[in-house]
């Protein structure tokens, strides 16, 4: 069974840092794409990053380039995003979805909450 | 980017037909192929694949459920609707980044 768990969510300042982990299980995950999806309190899904099934490609939204890093172990089977700068906006639950054969998120986890407040 | 425009909302009976519009602003077609996508999202849950490529049903879906589309005009059809199927839907589009949903389609029960 394909799981993807989130962690390292919570309340954070405006302009600090927080990192996101995804532990993957039930699947070969040196062989599938990933993507950080997100959604705003009571709003709809946003795309934030992606990257390839080996790190060697990564792309952003433009509101996060700059700000956020995704990164993958696959000796780990672990997604994280480095999150710098965080901003109020930048506040939402953050879901870890792998790539489907044509780019759909095939399977997400349950998402972690992240909160940028003072 | 590609914007994809949905319905806020639709009321439908129960055992009737559900239909749900998403359009594009750019053809999303590449090689014979629609990179649309639905979703459902049911309140409290991460969000859970229904359709890709427009019109095929993902593992484990009921065929209740079905797709249609090209171009820049998409489908989602739920029928005969169920209790269970309240729930927030989404289109996605994956031709081109950033990848970009609609804003939900948000199913009630009349």
């Known amino acids: 069974e394909v799981q993807l768990v989130e962690s390292g969510g919570g309340l954070v300042q405006p302009g600090r840092s927080m990192k996101l982990s995804c532990a993957a299980s039930?699947?070969?995950?040196?062989?599938?794409?990933m993507a950080w999806v997100r959604q705003a309190p009571t709003k709809g899904l946003e795309w934030v990053a992606t990257?390839?099934?080996?790190?060697?490609?990564?792309y952003y939204r433009d509101s996060v380039k700059g700000r956020f890093t995704i990164s993958r172990d696959n000796a780990k089977s672990t997604l994280y995003l480095q999150m710098n700068s965080l901003r109020s906006e930048d506040t939402a639950t953050y879901y870890c979805t792998r790539d489907g054969p044509t780019l759909e998120r095939d399977y997400w986890g349950q998402g972690v909450m992240v909160t940028v407040s003072s | 980017d590609i914007v994809l425009t949905q319905s806020p909302a639709l009321a439908v009976s129960l055992g009737q037909r559900a239909t749900i519009s998403c359009k594009t602003n750019q053809n999303v077609d590449y090689y014979g192929n629609s990179y649309m996508h639905w979703y459902q999202q049911k309140p409290g849950q991460q969000p859970k694949l229904l359709i890709y490529l427009a019109s095929n049903l993902a593992s484990g879906i009921p065929a209740r459920f079905s797709g249609r589309g090209s171009g820049t005009d998409f489908t989602l059809t739920i029928d005969p609707v169920e209790a269970d199927d309240t729930a927030t839907y989404y289109c996605q589009q994956s031709r081109n980044l950033p990848w970009t949903f609609g804003g939900g389609t948000k199913l009630e029960l009349k």
């Open positions: 990257i390839s099934y080996d790190g060697s490609s990564t």
């Open positions: 039930g699947f070969t995950f040196s062989n599938y794409g």
